[in-house]
């Protein structure tokens, strides 16, 4: 069974910044482009930020900007910091290798004063 560990969630108060992980197995980390989603209460599951395996990043026009993701193929890793944070960032936060069925279990990332 796949699996994909994230870490990296919490509370932080607006204009703060967290760091969000994902590490997965390295048969699917290094064959696939890396992403992250949020899903907010209410609304459907969007995307965040895209890794390829060749580099390319691309990013939600919301989130340009403030939020980097990058990828450690040593470590098998997907990282998201996100700064700046803004109450509007409050989500539950995926991992997922792009145009695959893998997902991560989600971490929560909340911004509230």
Do not use: H
């Not at 699917?28 to 995307?47: C, D, H, K, T, V």
């Not at 890794?51 to 997907?78: E, H, L, P, Q, W």
């Amino acid at each position: 069974q796949v699996q994909f560990v994230e870490s990296g969630g919490g509370w932080v108060q607006p204009g703060g910044s967290l760091r969000l992980s994902c590490a997965a197995p390295g048969s699917i980390f290094s064959n696939y482009n890396m992403g992250w989603y949020r899903q907010a209460p209410g609304s459907q599951r969007e995307l965040v930020a895209t890794a390829s395996t060749g580099g390319t990043k691309k990013y939600a026009s919301s989130v340009k900007g403030r939020f980097t993701i990058s990828r450690d193929n040593a470590k098998n890793t997907v990282y998201l910091q996100m700064n700046s944070l803004k109450p509007e960032d409050t989500a539950v936060y995926y991992c997922t290798a792009e145009f695959t069925s893998y997902w991560g279990k989600g971490t929560l990332v909340t911004v509230s004063s």
